[in-house]
């Protein structure tokens, strides 16, 4: 099982979460991240994105083809409006977002017994909560407490 230290000095490794924790963590940062994208009509996409991968953690069940729809289409998939974004710290807000929706995507391909995916996708591994971490805590520097209690919480699940 891969492990990685999250975020810099953090001395947390992912490889000891279970697969559902995994993608509670994801989805949490994703939704702390949403805070700093400030346009009602984007923030709305992102609500609906997180509102099915959390569907997907709770019933284990989902379409990972539906969740990188999020990612990437021509009129507003997410990583559209990352490039079109001129704030720098929403621009790490996005990494943030579009990390957690692909790890969940992923996931959510894997349990549909998928082989093949978009490319994107399959180069999602553990290492994406790395960048994940550092894009979260470039938003604003209180986010590192946040993502240790989330982590703790995520650690403190297993059964």
């Not at 099982?1 to 509670?24: A, F, P, Q, S």
């Not at 099915?52 to 539906?66: M, Q």
Request: one cysteine or more; glycine letters at 6%; proline letters at 2%.
């Amino acid at each position: 099982m891969e492990t990685n230290e999250i975020g810099r000095g953090g001395g947390m490794e992912i490889g000891t979460l279970r697969k559902k924790d995994k993608c509670v963590l994801a989805v949490k940062m994703a939704e702390r991240a949403s805070r700093y994208v400030k346009d009602a009509k984007t923030a709305s996409l992102i609500d609906n994105a997180i509102e099915i991968a959390s569907a997907y953690i709770r019933t284990e069940k989902g379409d990972g083809e539906l969740l990188y729809n999020f990612l990437d289409n021509e009129n507003d998939g997410f990583t559209v409006l990352q490039e079109m974004e001129t704030d720098e710290k929403t621009k790490d807000a996005w990494d943030c977002i579009i990390d957690a929706i692909a790890y969940v995507a992923k996931e959510a391909y894997l349990s549909n017994g998928e082989k093949y995916f978009p490319e994107p996708i399959e180069m999602v591994d553990d290492a994406v909560f790395a960048h994940m971490t550092d894009a979260l805590k470039k938003c604003s520097p209180e986010e590192a407490e946040f993502i240790e209690g989330l982590y703790n919480a995520c650690l403190g699940n297993k059964a």
